[in-house]
């Protein structure tokens, strides 16, 4: 029961953190730069045809910059994505720079949602959101693969159901 | 009222009326305003005014005619409304949270009263009975508050339960304690410097100013007093009743084991004072906003606006009893944490016992969070660039929306995750030795399985 606590706060709980799929990294990288490398291809483009050649070298430049900060800093995130079933408790970790670990008993869980956007369903992947009478809960795990999270959230819908306390 | 109670009534033929009466004066003042360009001049505009009358009284009228309310065989209060399309709600008791009664003024004057229960995770739900005569409301209250404790139906019959009462905020210490914020008074000295500026210049630029550092943060005092006018708790057989108010009155009342949070708090003046505050996280409270005499911040119930710390205490023994509150050990955070949080260190405390979770914290407003550990929610542990640079990080213990926002504020990064995983241990053990949710229901009988929190 009692975790590993040398050192770090997020240390995974006994069974280890079952990870997320890596394709999110990948969907979450396309959205990124689908979103940068149009805007930045455009303002170079407008640097360019004003005789602003300096400015548009310089905007490609941080334009490529933030491009590859983005598939940098979304695989380290996605690596960061983390859940453990325990005994009584879902335990789901996240984050690099503001990291955080929510520990959400299964007799306080209110609703389990499955949603997923279009880029997220064509490449299989489902979010498994959980709520509790808390707003500041806060628990979702994104990039699961579909049937793991249609599993997760009958278990936990079962589970919740059997424990169920009054508020 | 028993076997007529799942027969569906209207509210009282006044109600209308009483609504109206709060839109009038805005209405009238609006059409001679906006429409003084209306050809005719006073006679017709008066004549616009009676014709929208008119409207509202026939509308308000059927509205009052199409809303209906009663009892249905599971006990749970069904509210019919709407004046084409219909609209039936359930408001389930098992999840009553509390029953507030208020009296905006123009009701009270023609002695009526609005019924409000408070359901969890009613977002969208708030049902309010406008208006019942006053009788009739802390009936309802009473028949509410009986069928929620699981004591089904035949309660109503039985008076309504006597209260008595254990402290009263005298209007005197209400006014100085709302003067004694250091904000607002940083916000008055600033206030009269522009006010100064503007007369001594003569420029409008300083009024503007002065309105918005004085004068309305003064009109929200004035409105804050009236509110919390003559504040008095009192205990009853279904719950702390906490009334106030000097125009509009309310009275709210909250069950026994429906506080999911407590906090003390005390402002930088109050010190000299020994004064506090006193606020609860209740689920599904305060989601009623802008009108009369509604109060508290959404999710929150202020049980006590100032009162002596000892007061304080002694009123929180009966929200939680058996438990001793200033006497459970507490633990300063690690030295690093004067690096992250300097002002703060000094306060920064928390402790458990076998019953609730305790942090202290604050710099100017220093407060206490209590939260029971049958009421947590979830555990967080968060850790910041910073904080992680120093080996500290967060724990907190999630409660329901409102005021209260318990948590280990920068305790050392191991500890962090310590507490959060003793917090979990004991919030499942205090969460099966819970009591079920109708709470009159003897423990042998045994709760409705699946009971929705």
């Known amino acids: 029961m009692a975790p590993d606590l040398t050192a770090d706060p997020f240390a995974p709980p006994p069974g280890g953190w079952v990870r997320v799929s890596p394709r999110l990294a990948f969907v979450r990288r396309a959205i990124g730069l689908a979103i940068v490398l149009p805007l930045g291809l455009l303002a170079t483009v407008l640097f360019a045809i004003n005789d602003l050649s300096v400015w548009a070298g310089i905007n490609l430049f941080v334009m490529l910059l933030v491009a590859v900060w983005i598939i940098w800093i979304v695989g380290r995130q996605v690596r960061a994505i983390g859940y453990c079933e325990r005994a009584d408790d879902l335990v789901v970790t996240r984050g690099v720079m503001f990291r955080e670990l929510v520990i959400v008993p299964y007799g306080r869980m209110q609703l389990v949602d499955v949603r997923g956007g279009p880029l997220a369903r064509r490449y299989g992947m489902s979010t498994l959101q959980l709520h509790t009478a808390a707003a500041t809960t806060d628990a979702a795990i994104p990039g699961l693969p579909v049937a793991e999270a249609g599993r997760l959230r009958d278990r936990l819908a079962a589970l919740g159901e059997a424990r169920t306390a009054g508020l | ?453």
């Open chain 2, 1 to 453: 009222m028993t076997e007529l109670a799942s027969v569906p009534r209207r509210t009282h033929p006044l109600s209308p009326f009483a609504k109206a009466g709060q839109g009038l004066s805005g209405l009238v003042l609006a059409v001679f305003v906006v429409a003084r360009d209306v050809p005719g001049g006073f006679v017709s505009r008066l004549g616009l005014v009676a014709l929208l009358l008119i409207a509202a009284a026939v509308l308000g009228w059927v509205s009052w005619w199409r809303t209906t309310f009663w009892f249905d065989d599971d006990g749970d209060l069904r509210i019919a409304s709407g004046l084409f399309y219909r609209n039936e709600r359930r408001l389930q008791l098992s999840r009553l949270q509390s029953v507030e009664i208020t009296r905006p003024l123009v009701a009270r004057l023609v002695g009526l009263a609005e019924v409000r229960p408070e359901v969890a995770g009613g977002e969208n739900a708030k049902i309010a009975l406008a208006y019942l005569s006053e009788d009739e409301a802390m009936a309802m209250r009473a028949e509410l508050l009986a069928r929620a404790a699981g004591v089904r139906g035949g309660h109503a019959d039985a008076p309504v339960p006597e209260e008595r009462p254990l402290i009263r905020v005298p209007p005197t210490d209400l006014a100085i304690s709302m003067v004694m914020n250091h904000w607002v008074i940083i916000g008055g000295v600033v206030g009269l410097g522009f006010l100064a500026v503007a007369l001594a210049t003569g420029r409008i630029g300083g009024f503007v100013a002065f309105v918005f550092t004085s004068g309305l943060p003064g009109l929200s005092l004035v409105t804050g007093y009236l509110a919390y006018y003559d504040f008095t708790v009192a205990e009853s057989a279904d719950g702390l009743r906490l009334r106030s108010g000097l125009l509009s009155t309310r009275a709210q009342t909250v069950p026994p084991g429906r506080v999911q949070a407590v906090s003390i708090s005390q402002t930088l003046l109050w010190r000299w004072k020994g004064w506090v505050k006193v606020q609860l996280n209740v689920a599904g409270s305060g989601g009623h906003e802008g009108n009369d005499g509604s109060t508290g911040t959404k999710g929150g119930v202020i049980l006590l606006p100032v009162a002596p710390v000892a007061v304080a205490y002694g009123l929180l023994n009966r929200v939680l009893p058996g438990v001793d509150v200033p006497g459970i050990a507490l633990a300063a955070a690690p030295r690093a944490a004067r690096k992250r949080a300097p002002w703060q260190f000094n306060q920064l405390a928390v402790g458990s016992d076998a019953s609730v979770f305790v942090a202290r914290g604050g710099w100017l407003t220093r407060r206490l969070d209590v939260l029971p550990h049958a009421r947590t929610q979830s555990v967080r542990v968060t850790q910041g660039p910073w904080q992680r640079l120093l080996g500290l990080a967060t724990t907190h213990v999630d409660s329901t929306p409102g005021p209260v926002a318990p948590a280990a504020k920068h305790r050392g990064a191991t500890e962090a995750r310590a507490i959060a995983e003793a917090q979990a241990v004991l919030a499942g053990a205090a969460r099966a030795a819970f009591r079920p949710e109708r709470w009159a229901v003897r423990p042998e009988e045994p709760a409705q399985p699946g009971e929705p929190a």
